[in-house]
Structure formats: structure tokens, C-alpha cells
């Protein structure tokens, strides 16, 4: 069986990746952090992962554009918020500049200081543990330290549209 070199391979545009990566249903979820500042801040990340059951370990993965990537970096620990289906408003919110973000939600702060939003179907308290810088994101690996969960149906996101999952029969 023979493989050919990676660079013969490496001519994939932009473009036709994202295409190939939207084919992939994910949830949908908000990491948030508590600044340097002492603000909270927020963004929405369909790239979360679990990694590991003992420890217990997620990741995310965060644009370098992202206004509040610097506050990931200097903190050790950050929130994840994994939404419901009728969340999309958050999600939205999250995914776009305000400067304002958790004004008018219901949020509070976490015992390890990460601002944690009310009515997820499950709230992390995560402590980063490795930090990757690789292409144009910066990938945090953290340990979960606690988490609530309560009943739901998640919010997902393929082809590139918030999509629900169907009723269950029965």
C-alpha cells in the first residue's frame, strides 16, 4: 500500500474545507471567561470536543481573530455552555462583536470565577491544561472540574444552519 507525500495532496481552498466541514453535525456551545479586567466574556465554539474520561478532559478551539482569545489566554480557567434548542439567540449573540455580551442575561459566576450561563442543557468548569497553537486557531485543552446538567434537546448546527433533532416517536 503505498501513500503519497502530504504536499502532492495540499491544494484544498478554503472554501471547498468549510463545505466539507459543515457536512459534520455538532452542538453548539458558548465558552466564556472572566476577564482581566474582572468582565465576563464569551464566544460561541462548535468546536468542542470531549478528549478524555480519566482526567477528565474538552477542548475547544478558538480563532486568532477572536477579540477574546486574550482573555482565554491569561486565565486559567473558562466556562463551557453547551445550549438547548432554543438557545440560538445566545449562540448568535456569542457569535458576534458586543461589547456588552451577558447584558440582560441571567449568568453567574462560577466557583472558579467563569461566568456560567442559566438554562444550558450543561454548564464545565474547566481548568486549561495545554495550550496548541495550530493554523489559524489556538486549541485549549482543559480539565473539567465540575459540571451541571439538567434535561433538554440540543441546539446543532450542519450545513451551515442551526438545525433541530426530529420529535422522538412513542
Known amino acids: 500500500m503505498s501513500s503519497l507525500p502530504a504536499k502532492t495532496l495540499g491544494n484544498l481552498d478554503a472554501e471547498s474545507f468549510r463545505k466539507a466541514c459543515s457536512r459534520f453535525a455538532t452542538g453548539v456551545a458558548v465558552a466564556t471567561v472572566k476577564g482581566r479586567d474582572g468582565k465576563p466574556y464569551g464566544v460561541t465554539v462548535n468546536s468542542f470536543t470531549s478528549v478524555s474520561c480519566s482526567p ?8 486568532h481573530r477572536c477579540a477574546v482569545l486574550p482573555h482565554f489566554r491569561s486565565s486559567p ?4 455552555n453547551i445550549l438547548a434548542e432554543d438557545q440560538r439567540d445566545l449562540s448568535v449573540r456569542f457569535s458576534q462583536k458586543q461589547v456588552e455580551q451577558f447584558e440582560g442575561l441571567d449568568w453567574h459566576s462560577a466557583v472558579t470565577g467563569s461566568p456560567l450561563l442559566s438554562g444550558t442543557l450543561a454548564n464545565m468548569e474547566c481548568c486549561t ?9 489556538t486549541i485549549l485543552v482543559a480539565e473539567v472540574l465540575r459540571a451541571e446538567l439538567r434535561e433538554g434537546r440540543p441546539l446543532l448546527y450542519f450545513g451551515s444552519a442551526y438545525r433541530q433533532l426530529p420529535p422522538i416517536p412513542g
Open 77 to 80: 480557567f473558562f466556562g463551557i
Open 129 to 137: 491544561t495545554l495550550t496548541v497553537e495550530a493554523g489559524d486557531h
Open 56 to 63: 477528565p478532559l474538552v477542548l475547544i478551539c478558538v480563532d
